[in-house]
Every structure is written in structure tokens, then in C-alpha cells.
């Protein structure tokens, strides 16, 4: 359906693209075999693009939209119900958005400040103004341990203490050129960078550490 997909992401049972063209959600049972459009009338709710989606542990779905509203999904993706503008200013994007293991959810915007919510999205506390980085952000994620880390460009900033304060533990993941464009974790507290030419970086030390493990296009 197009090619401006906003994301994909998961939860126990299913994986799901988020398809900015037509605001429309679309659903996988079987590992991305087949896939199902699960709803396709928040084009008439959200504001603008959709900027950013993640899922919790408990199987929530959020999306955060161009109005920096977040919305959030607890029948994998088929109703949506808007919370709060998690940032109180619609120029200001939101960059990524992150959920840690205890639901809690971290969003980063384009002037460089950090949120979070402990109670899905109704209400958002700002943890830093400026965690250190510029307004070209690429994306927040958090690990098992509850450390948060953003991917800025090559560089990868964490903090420790729920996105208060923030250092540089790597100014370069890569000996490339290209910078990197988006950040995961898995359960095992594995983080993995994916640069703009394909490459699949991994670290297994909270990102003091990076090797390139792969690439998803096999250039």
C-alpha cells in the first residue's frame, strides 16, 4: 500500500507496520507472511504524520502523532484512544520513542528534550530540557536494565538514572561514513544500530563496544 511506512513494530502475538500514506495499521499472525489492514480510520483523528510508534511488555501499541499526541491501542491495533501531548509544543517533532520493562514510556523531541509517562501517555513529566546531543536526534531505546540510550548520528548517549542526565559512552558506533538510522534492543540487553546504507551494528556491552554483524539488504 505505498512505500511510506512509518515503522514496524511488535508484540506477543503479531507484527505491525504503521503506514503513514493512508493512516492504516496493518497486522501479521504468521511472521510477516501475510498481512491484514486492522484499522484505517485514524486518518481522521491524528494530526499530520505519524511520527513515532512503540509497544509495551503488556501489549499496548502507541503512535505518537504530528500534533505530538500520543495514542494508544490495547486490542493489537484495532481501536485507539488519544492521550496527552507528551511535549506541549507541536513544532518541537517527536525523534523516538521508547518503553522500559516497567511500561514506563521515554520519548525524545527535536529540541532535545526527554519526557516520560508512567501512566500510558495520560500525563508526561520532562526528565532534561537537553540531554546533549542536537535537534537531528535518531531514535531512543531502553534495555532490560532500565538504562535509556539515543542515537545521534554515529554517536550513542546513555543515561542511568530514567533519562535525568545522559553522557557519550561512543562518539562513533562505525568505522563508515553513513551515519546510523535506528536503534533497537532485545531481551538479552543486545543493542543493535542500523546505519543508512543497511548495516546491522550490535553491542553486548551497553554500547561501549559496537561490531557490524550484518546487512539487512546485502550490499
Same mark, same amino acid.
Given at each position: 500500500?505505498?512505500?511510506?511506512v512509518?515503522?514496524m513494530i ?5 507484527l505491525?507496520i504503521?503506514?503513514n ?6 497486522r501479521?499472525?504468521?511472521?510477516g507472511?501475510?498481512?491484514?489492514a486492522v ?7 491524528t ?5 513515532a510508534?512503540?509497544s509495551?511488555?503488556s501489549?499496548i501499541?502507541y503512535?505518537i502523532d ?5 495514542w494508544?491501542?490495547?486490542?493489537s491495533?484495532v481501536?485507539w ?11 518541537n517533532?517527536?525523534?523516538?520513542i521508547? %518503553? *522500559? =520493562?516497567s511500561?514506563?514510556? !521515554?520519548?525524545?523531541d #527535536? +529540541?532535545?528534550?526527554v519526557y516520560?509517562? @508512567?501512566n500510558?501517555?495520560t ?16 531514535g ?5 536494565s532500565?538504562?535509556?540510550?539515543i ?16 553522557s557519550? %559512552? *561512543? =562518539?562513533?558506533?562505525?568505522? !563508515?561514513s553513513?551515519? #546510523? +538510522?535506528?536503534i533497537v534492543?532485545?531481551? @538479552?540487553n543486545?543493542?543493535?544500530v542500523?546505519d ?10 551497553s554500547?561501549?563496544?559496537?561490531s557490524e554483524?550484518?546487512d539487512?539488504?546485502?550490499?
Amino acid at each position: 500500500d505505498g512505500t511510506d511506512v512509518q515503522n514496524m513494530i511488535s508484540d506477543s502475538n503479531y507484527l505491525y507496520i504503521i503506514f503513514n500514506g493512508d493512516k492504516i495499521i496493518y497486522r501479521s499472525s504468521n511472521l510477516g507472511v501475510t498481512w491484514t489492514a486492522v484499522n484505517d480510520t485514524l486518518n481522521t483523528h491524528t494530526s499530520g504524520n505519524w511520527l513515532a510508534s512503540a509497544s509495551s511488555s503488556s501489549n499496548i501499541l502507541y503512535i505518537i502523532d504530528g500534533a505530538q499526541k500520543i495514542w494508544k491501542s490495547s486490542d493489537s491495533g484495532v481501536t485507539w484512544i488519544s492521550g496527552a501531548d507528551f511535549n506541549g509544543a507541536v513544532s518541537n517533532d517527536v525523534k523516538g520513542i521508547t %518503553i *522500559n =520493562s516497567s511500561n514506563d514510556i !521515554y520519548a525524545v523531541d #527535536g +529540541a532535545k528534550g526527554v519526557y516520560s509517562s @508512567s501512566n500510558q501517555g495520560t500525563s508526561w513529566t520532562q526528565k532534561t530540557s537537553d540531554y546533549g546531543g542536537t535537534t537531528g536526534t535518531d531514535g531512543i531505546v531502553s534495555d532490560q536494565s532500565g538504562n535509556l540510550y539515543i542515537l545521534l548520528d554515529k554517536g550513542i548517549y546513555k543515561s542511568a538514572n530514567s533519562g535525568t542526565t545522559w553522557s557519550v %559512552i *561512543n =562518539s562513533s558506533f562505525t568505522s !563508515y561514513s553513513q551515519d #546510523g +538510522a535506528y536503534i533497537v534492543s532485545d531481551t @538479552s540487553n543486545n543493542l543493535y544500530v542500523l546505519d543508512n546504507n543497511g548495516r546491522v551494528f550490535k553491542s553486548s556491552n551497553s554500547g561501549v563496544l559496537w561490531s557490524e554483524v550484518g546487512d539487512i539488504n546485502g550490499e
